[in-house]
């Protein structure tokens, strides 16, 4: 037989990789403060791996910017004010289109999912829950994110994922900010429903503009 009938099978991910994925996920999704110190020992006990396999994980995130090398360790990068200036003026360029494309080509089961998610924030609101409310709303991003037909598109507004989950981590723990996001997700769920191109662009733009007025305002309340 032909080593060709074997060319689909797919190796399992390593180790290395499956703890990549994860501290990928977390974050986007904004589990780690900016800042953070990410210790190798410490995430191998609570993974219950070796450091080998870790310290793999975390100088790969290095190499990708969503880490730096301090010391002995890795810490979560800390934008400057001018970079999250730049990007959030690239997010206001690129995700507007990217929502049109979707709203054009939307899907009932994309509309239940993000549905589905938007209940899941309204329950952490209703339970002032941040760390659930900010993980839902990654979810709703990721899961409308995964519909862009246009792969290139969607690929270089995946880009600023990483930033987008520094934004969220900074500004949810704000209640008008979870307020706005709630009101907007909604406004997101109607207009792919509707399947109203316009509708979803002009959301997905002032997404971008609340989000970029908290960070804002945070950033001088900080300074």
Do not use: C, K
Not at 8 to 17: F, G, W
Not at 44 to 63: F, G, N
Not at 203 to 222: L, N, P
């Amino acid at each position: 037989m032909s080593l060709s009938a074997f060319a689909d099978l797919q190796r399992a991910p390593t180790l290395a990789e499956q703890i990549y994925q994860r501290l990928r996920y977390q974050l986007r999704s904004g589990t780690f403060a900016p800042g953070e110190r990410l210790v190798e020992s410490n995430l191998a006990q609570q993974l219950i791996v070796s450091r080998s396999p870790v310290r793999e994980a975390l100088s790969r995130l290095a190499a990708e910017g969503l880490l730096e090398s301090r010391g002995s360790g890795f810490q979560v990068v800390l934008p400057t004010a001018q970079d999250m200036a730049e990007i959030f003026e690239m997010r206001r360029l690129l995700e507007p289109p990217a929502a049109r494309q979707v709203a054009r080509a939307v899907t009932p089961e994309l509309v239940d999912n993000l549905a589905a998610v938007l209940e899941r924030a309204r329950i952490a609101e209703r339970a002032a829950d941040f760390a659930a409310f900010a993980e839902a709303n990654y979810a709703f991003r990721t899961a409308w994110l995964a519909r862009v037909p246009s792969r290139r598109l969607r690929d270089t507004v995946l880009r600023f994922d990483d930033q987008a989950g520094f934004v969220r981590r900074t500004t949810l723990v704000l209640a008008p900010a979870r307020a706005d996001a709630l009101a907007l997700l909604q406004r997101f769920t109607v207009s792919f429903r509707a399947g109203d191109e316009d509708a979803a662009a002009a959301v997905t733009a002032e997404f971008v503009d609340v989000a970029a007025r908290y960070y804002r305002e945070v950033a001088q309340d900080a300074h």
